[in-house]
């Protein structure tokens, strides 16, 4: 990742989100403002990959990534994030240990990250910490449990109508060969079930 010095704006697309939830006072802005590093990450770069440990939680205010495993020796695509979302392997965060996620990017990407020392200080020293908390981890760590169980439980027509549900904004942004790997098919596969759900919703 390189560091970007030019945030403008990045920081508050941040606070707007987080105001959305909870009023902050003046403190809470500023040290969330100085708690979060601008960062950028080029296309094709990782975020982090397994057997890593992951240091930073990110706020992505630009571009769009994909989490992955592997599965069989093949990447399964399980995720894709996009603005205005956090990124971040939560268990591998929270506890200090490898992880087994990959987070890439698929376009050129510009974040804003915060370590794990930063993110504790701002849920112990400010009024709303632990509500600022809930809003950056618990929603990375409910979207990768249900998105990894859907991977072993649910069908390959399932898993593209599960695409179809969550990313149809963003669908025409990602490659076929990865919508391919997210449904756990070889783009060829995918074509077929693609015209099977068409000519079943017409």
């Given amino acids: 990742m390189a560091r970007n010095n030019d945030p403008t704006g990045v920081i508050s697309d941040l606070l707007k989100l987080i105001g959305q939830i909870v009023e902050l006072e003046k403190e809470e802005e500023a040290l969330i403002t100085a708690s979060f590093t601008p960062r ?19 706020f992505l205010a630009k571009g769009l990534v994909r989490y992955f495993v592997y599965k069989d020796d093949e990447e399964s695509t399980f995720e894709f994030t996009k603005e205005g979302e956090f990124i971040a392997d939560y268990q591998s965060f929270n506890h200090k240990t490898p992880s087994k996620q990959n987070i890439q990017a698929i376009e050129d990407c510009e974040l804003l990250i915060i370590s794990h020392a930063d ?3 701002i849920f112990h020293s400010t009024k709303h910490g632990n509500l600022i908390g809930r809003i950056i981890i618990e929603h990375r760590f409910d979207i990768m449990v249900n998105q990894l169980l859907a991977i072993y439980m649910q069908s390959h027509e399932e898993r593209y109508q599960n695409f179809v549900r969550h990313y149809a904004d963003i669908a025409q942004r990602i490659p076929q060969y990865l919508i391919a790997s997210y449904v756990g098919v070889k ?10 759900f068409v000519k079943g919703n017409s």
């Fill in 119 to 121: 993110l504790q200080h």
């Fill in 187 to 196: 783009p060829p596969s995918l074509s077929r079930i693609r015209r099977r």
């Fill in 40 to 58: 950028t990450l080029n296309k094709g770069e990782f975020f982090l990959q397994s057997e890593e440990v992951n240091e930073y939680v990110a």
